[in-house]
């Protein structure tokens, strides 16, 4: 995904919009690296502050730019006031491709309060094919995540094939933070660009948990 950068007073000319920064506030913006599989439709069943995205226009005052959430192959934007669920449906698409929350530390803290679980669909298209990938998450059971109908021999395996990389307010941490926060940003990065650098990331990560452990 490519990144799009700018300050307040060029990122809206960059973009060729006409749009002021206060009117690129109310925008969730994805954009497609050519060449590379891209999401075609999106579905979402009570994720985070999303009921039913997918079988409605609306959810909330958040109107979408395309008709039963199917995605342009490059540039799309997801329009929408404040508190309407922009993020969460980016956050929904992330998951799909790294198999958790870019922002939600848990599965479960992205069921909605009073549910029991929530399904995220998506449908990518890779090499003229589709690709469907789905997942599952209840309340005191195991998160079910399947690629055309089946389930990953390891999830680790997965992550990369939709390589993903999600712009966000808190980006300013990378800055501000320590280097903890810059390290977490590129090891995400890395990972799905590089299948052994993101299983010698596991082993180390598993071997640190052990030794504090012992301490």
Known sequence: RHRIRGNRSTLPTRLGLGFSYAQLNRLGILAVM???????????HIYAALDNLGQHSTVGNLLFP???????????LIVGPNGTGKTNVLDAIYFLCNTKSAFLPFD???????????????????????????????????????????????L????????VV????????????????????????LSQANAEYLEKLLVYNRLLKQRNALL
């Open 66 to 76: 395309f008709n039963n959430h199917v995605f342009a192959s490059h540039l799309n």
């Open 34 to 44: 050519p060449g590379r599989a891209f999401l075609d439709h999106l579905k979402v």
């Open 156 to 163: 680790s395996g997965y992550i990369g094939r939709f390589p």
């Open 108 to 154: 479960l803290s992205a069921i909605m309060h009073e549910k029991d679980f929530f399904r995220v669909e998506g449908h990518f298209v890779e090499k003229d094919k589709q690709v469907k990938v789905e997942c599952v998450c209840q309340k005191e059971q195991a998160k079910v995540f399947l690629v055309d109908g089946k389930s990953p021999e390891r």
């Open 166 to 189: 999600l712009v966000s307010p808190y980006d300013t941490d990378l800055i501000r933070e320590g280097s903890e926060t810059r390290r977490k940003f590129f090891d995400l990065v």
